[in-house]
């Protein structure tokens, strides 16, 4: 059985579609002559007529192709997709590639049994509580932020706020509350609102201490920089 052979039946163990992360999780990698057999996964996932793309990072086998697409009830280029899905879909991408990462990742409370594909959130992030590593003024901040990553030293590495359809303002505020900490800041969009975000970002005194910190991904850049971020 050849690489995309292998790749083909994990995916069908699997229902047929799945994320990198999960699809990487279950491959066999043993008789893979490389060190990178994720990236290997990717660009055969990517390149191969056997796949198809849902959503970002959310891959599918061609021949279930009808049947995966009612299951998700979407359409491939419906862009009014219900705002739920794409919110708790992004957060749980986020939160996978952290897993990845070997970070530590949390999610809020209230996010907890949406659901990522078909996993409730708090299956995919593999805290249960937030790291209590300051004090409890900014730990509430901390809490509602839609995905957070913390290293080793249980100390935050970043933060990431899905934007579907908000301002971003209030994303921001929580991040120019956080700003003392040594971490990364992102905001995750979809790409035709990066315009919307550079302009508020810039304009208002208020996030004139982190405008050069903080990032935007959008949804396909997410899905794509799982070994970048």
Same mark, same amino acid.
């Given at each position: 059985?050849?690489?995309t052979?292998?790749v083909v039946? +994990?995916? *069908?163990?699997?229902?047929?579609?799945? +994320?990198?992360?999960?699809l990487?999780s279950?491959m066999d990698?043993?008789?893979?002559?490389?060190?990178?057999?994720?990236?290997s996964?990717?660009?055969?996932?990517q390149?191969?007529?056997?796949?198809?793309r849902i959503?970002?990072?959310?891959w599918?086998l061609?021949?279930?192709?009808?049947?995966?697409?009612?299951?998700?009830n979407?359409k491939?280029?419906d862009?009014?997709?219900?705002?739920?899905?794409?919110?708790?879909?992004?957060?749980?991408l986020?939160?996978?590639i952290?897993?990845? *990462?070997?970070?530590? +990742?949390?999610?809020?409370?209230?996010d907890?049994?949406k659901?990522?594909?078909?996993r409730?959130?708090k299956n995919?992030a593999?805290?249960?509580?937030i790291?209590q590593?300051t004090?409890e003024g900014?730990? *509430?901040?901390?809490?509602?932020v839609?995905?957070t990553?913390?290293?080793?030293r249980k100390?935050?590495n970043?933060?990431?706020?899905i934007?579907h359809?908000t301002?971003?303002?209030?994303?921001l =505020?929580?991040?120019?509350?956080?700003?003392?900490f040594?971490?990364?800041f992102?905001?995750?969009a979809?790409?035709y609102?990066k315009?919307?975000?550079?302009?508020?970002?810039?304009?208002?005194?208020t996030?004139?201490?982190?405008?050069?910190?903080?990032?935007?991904?959008?949804?396909?850049?997410l899905?794509?920089t799982?070994f970048h =971020?």
């Amino acid at each position: 059985m050849n690489q995309t052979q292998q790749v083909v039946e +994990t995916m *069908k163990k699997l229902g047929g579609a799945a +994320t990198f992360g999960k699809l990487n999780s279950l491959m066999d990698f043993s008789d893979w002559k490389t060190s990178t057999p994720e990236a290997s996964v990717r660009r055969i996932v990517q390149d191969s007529p056997a796949f198809f793309r849902i959503r970002p990072g959310l891959w599918g086998l061609e021949e279930q192709k009808d049947e995966i697409l009612k299951k998700f009830n979407i359409k491939l280029d419906d862009k009014d997709a219900p705002n739920e899905f794409s919110h708790s879909y992004y957060q749980g991408l986020a939160v996978e590639i952290g897993n990845f *990462k070997e970070m530590k +990742t949390f999610i809020p409370n209230q996010d907890k049994n949406k659901l990522f594909v078909d996993r409730p959130l708090k299956n995919v992030a593999n805290l249960s509580e937030i790291y209590q590593f300051t004090y409890e003024g900014l730990i *509430k901040y901390a809490s509602t932020v839609d995905v957070t990553w913390f290293n080793k030293r249980k100390m935050p590495n970043a933060f990431f706020e899905i934007e579907h359809s908000t301002d971003f303002k209030n994303s921001l =505020l929580k991040f120019s509350e956080l700003q003392d900490f040594n971490a990364k800041f992102y905001i995750v969009a979809d790409e035709y609102r990066k315009k919307q975000f550079n302009k508020i970002v810039s304009e208002y005194s208020t996030f004139e201490s982190i405008n050069a910190r903080v990032k935007f991904l959008s949804y396909e850049s997410l899905a794509d920089t799982v070994f970048h =971020l």
